[in-house]
């Protein structure tokens, strides 16, 4: 089996905790992207990184942070300065270096406890 | 960012019938429209997606139409079956972010045996 891994998929935190998700995939993805979804939001995008050891904010990228120090890697670090972190966060990766399909992962849902 | 704009939120539709759903956007640099479909506590997967040198694009009981100059295009379902019943997004390139998507804010649909 294959493609993009989220793990956990459920996690619950206590506020003030930092908490960091995984995002693996074996697809030779040179794009990654972390988004975010709320109920009747749709998804709004926190983070991307187009090749190793370099990475952009989205639009909600205010307390969150990533890494890509390999290529098959894209981790989420929820920090405690993220206000309202209770949410769907969806990870996704693209081949190529032009418009094309974002293949997702199957989500984790992090709730505040 | 870019808006993409989606209607209706929700669609309720008899098992047989067509399901309609519309999405308005903004500029944008690259001509690729997606349409994504998403069951609950699963990650989105590509349904269908047209890059508009043709105005319309059919895949089995879905079809995307496309309109440049009104900058809107529509998802059809024709036959929709209980099965369809999920939630979809459009979605349209965003500017200089790593081809990452903007989604808009999903339809859910309905569709009664």
């Known amino acids: 089996d294959g493609g993009i891994t989220q793990s956990p998929k459920y996690l619950f935190r206590k506020e003030g905790q930092n908490v960091t998700l995984s995002c693996e995939q074996n697809?030779?993805?040179?794009?990654m992207y972390w988004y975010r979804q709320d109920p009747g939001q749709g998804l709004r995008l926190i983070y991307y990184?187009?090749?190793?050891?370099?990475?952009q904010k989205g639009d909600i990228a205010e307390g969150y942070s990533v890494s890509r120090e390999k290529k098959e890697s894209f981790p989420l670090t929820v920090t405690s300065a993220q206000k309202n972190p209770t949410a769907f966060y969806l990870c996704?990766?693209?081949?190529?270096?032009?418009?094309?399909?974002?293949?997702f992962g199957e989500g984790s849902r992090l709730t505040v406890l | 960012q870019q808006q993409v704009k989606q209607s209706p939120q929700s669609l309720i539709v008899q098992k047989g019938g067509i399901s309609i759903i519309n999405c308005a956007y903004e500029n944008t640099a690259f001509d690729y429209f997606p349409w994504y479909q998403q069951f609950p506590g699963k990650g989105p997967a590509l349904l269908i997606a047209i890059r508009p040198d043709v105005s319309e694009k059919k895949e089995g009981r879905f079809t995307i139409s496309f309109n440049k100059s009104a900058k809107q295009f529509s998802l059809h379902i024709m036959d929709s079956q209980p099965g369809d019943s999920a939630t979809y997004f459009c979605?349209?390139?965003?500017?200089?972010?790593?081809?990452?998507?903007?989604f808009g804010k999903g339809t859910s649909l309905l569709v009664t045996p």
């Open positions: 990184s187009q090749i190793v050891n370099d990475f």
């Open positions: 697809l030779n993805h040179d794009a």
């Open positions: 979605a349209a390139p965003r500017s200089n972010s790593g081809y990452a998507l903007n």
């Open positions: 996704a990766g693209k081949q190529g270096s032009n418009t094309g399909e974002l293949f």
